[in-house]
């Protein structure tokens, strides 16, 4: 162990309380990347009557931030551990607040578009660093709790966004419209930026690492060559050049690996540390999360067409409908990793796997017998069933993949884990092309349109249910308990622990 981790297993009083004050910055930034992926979509009408937008400007206002921000995020990761985390997430911090301003104060669409894209570009350098420093400044046994309220902050920025747009664009503050919802960020990422230059600790790899500019180039192209068609693909008619350009990106990631290896044994400074997938709990848990990024992204989509364009209600009543949603997620990841997966270990995430397609199936059922006249009070059975489980699921999902991670590789696996959730998301999206709207015809007559979302609505859900069934088989492979969850482990013991997890032993199976 090196002299750092000593000291974070037995912090001085004062660096106690300035971590958790660091803890509440660096959730805080997660939260705001979380509520700026959602907050968008519900202000776009408004966006095109004020600008004029086109619909190419439309879709790339959406997907221009997910694609810097895919497409960044594993060099993110990495340049946190060579240059520091501190550092890196401060920049980030920076970049997204003036990002944020530049698209609040947007002139044309175009100016929109490019603000959006370096906005995404900025959440890849500052996301990746919540966890690597979560990871590098609380010890193993405290990072249960702490990644059990990283799942609440999940939980509750998936759904606050839309809720949060919505009253932003309905109040017309200031008669800016749609600008708010940019402009919020604001006075958070100053904030953020003035307090963790004061609470954060910084850290880095222990030993000299460079950027690997071939594998940023690589790897870069490749999600890119995946995730373009499939955001585009749809407006575009599906065009076998987009199947040919998402081929081709696999040709690129297997010259990433054949070149990663390379470069690790030349001068072991690889962008993409191929050596994490060798630990079973971290090859296994980005498995599942990529997985269930798919599910996520075919669920959210499908879920408000269905509200807001199939059963006609408004932005604002389909945001509050999700709040039952929203609160058991929270209470159930809080509930996961300080109560339930001490005891219980891996069945706990693969019940949560279980109670969502319980979930799932709930809905179908329902949108089934009640038709267009479906209340909101209606939907808060399978939405809370759903939400609890996902959030046993959430926390623990992240504490699993990084429990064996050494702290010099943390960054890069923070990375990996964000980008792979990003690419579910997009597969996801993707595929919802397939499950919902391949389930209807292109043009409906307006009477048959809500008919025709709530059949397609339940053929997605099925597919939902069947990703849920795949992440609970693909759960077994997860670690039967993680290391901090070990129960009566001593300091020492649990330092020992840390340190054989730094060696990559396979100390997380009981």
């Not at 979509?41 to 004029?52: L, T």
């Not at 460079?210 to 575009?236: A, I, N, S």
């Amino acid at each position: 162990m090196t002299s750092s981790s000593s000291t974070l297993a037995s912090p001085r009083p004062e660096a106690d309380r300035r971590r958790w004050f660091a803890l509440a910055i660096v959730m805080t930034a997660a939260f705001m990347d979380l509520v700026d992926v959602t907050i968008v979509n519900v202000a776009i009408p408004s966006i095109q009557r004020d600008e004029g937008a086109s619909f190419s400007h439309i879709q790339w206002i959406t997907a221009g931030y997910a694609l810097a921000f895919a497409a960044g995020l594993i060099t993110g990761g990495r340049l946190g551990d060579i240059y520091g985390r501190k550092r890196l997430f401060l920049i980030g911090i920076g970049g997204f607040t003036l990002a944020s301003a530049l698209c609040g104060f947007a002139v044309n669409p175009d100016m929109l578009v490019a603000s959006r894209i370096l906005q995404g570009a900025m959440a890849a350098l500052m996301v990746p660093q919540v966890l690597s420093i979560v990871h590098a400044t609380f010890p193993a046994h405290e990072r249960g709790k702490v990644f059990g309220m990283f799942g609440a902050i999940v939980g509750l920025g998936a759904v606050s966004g839309p809720i949060l747009g919505a009253l932003l664009t309905e109040w017309n503050l200031f008669g800016l419209e749609w600008r708010p919802i940019f402009l919020i960020n604001l006075p958070v990422g100053i904030a953020g930026l003035i307090l963790g230059r004061k609470f954060i600790t910084e850290s880095k790899a222990p030993h000299a690492l460079k950027l690997d500019l071939v594998g940023v180039v690589l790897v870069t192209l490749g999600l890119l060559m995946l995730l373009y068609p499939l955001t585009r693909g749809r407006e575009l008619g599906w065009p076998t050049w987009g199947y040919v350009v998402m081929a081709g990106a696999l040709v690129v990631f297997a010259a990433l690996v054949a070149y990663e290896k390379r470069k690790a044994a030349r001068d072991g400074s690889p962008l993409v540390e191929l050596s994490l997938f060798k630990v079973k709990s971290f090859a296994a848990g980005i498995a599942v999360q990529t997985v269930f990024g798919v599910g996520l992204g075919i669920f959210f989509l499908v879920w408000t067409l269905y509200m807001q364009v199939g059963l006609g209600w408004s932005v604002l009543r389909a945001g509050l409908t999700g709040v039952p949603f929203s609160i058991a997620v929270s209470a159930a990841a809080g509930m996961s990793v300080q109560m339930l997966v001490p005891r219980f270990g891996r069945k706990v995430l693969q019940a949560g796997a279980l109670i969502m397609a319980a979930g799932v199936l709930i809905y179908i059922w329902e949108a089934e017998r009640y038709g267009m006249s479906i209340a909101s009070w209606q939907m808060a059975l399978p939405l809370v069933v759903m939400g609890a489980g996902m959030g046993l699921i959430v926390a623990p999902l992240t504490d699993a993949i990084l429990s064996e991670v050494p702290r010099e590789h943390s960054g890069s696996a923070s990375g990996l884990i964000n980008t792979v959730q990003q690419m579910g998301n997009a597969l996801g999206l993707g595929l919802v092309s397939v499950v919902f709207f391949g389930s209807m015809s292109d043009h409906l007559p307006r009477p048959e349109v809500g008919p025709a979302f709530v059949d397609a609505f339940q053929n997605a859900l099925i597919w939902v249910a069947v990703v849920m069934t795949a992440i609970f088989l693909l759960m077994f492979a997860l670690p039967k308990r993680p290391a901090q969850h070990v129960e009566g482990a001593s300091g020492e013991e649990q330092e020992g622990v840390r340190a054989a997890a730094s060696e990559n032993e396979p100390v997380l199976m009981r």
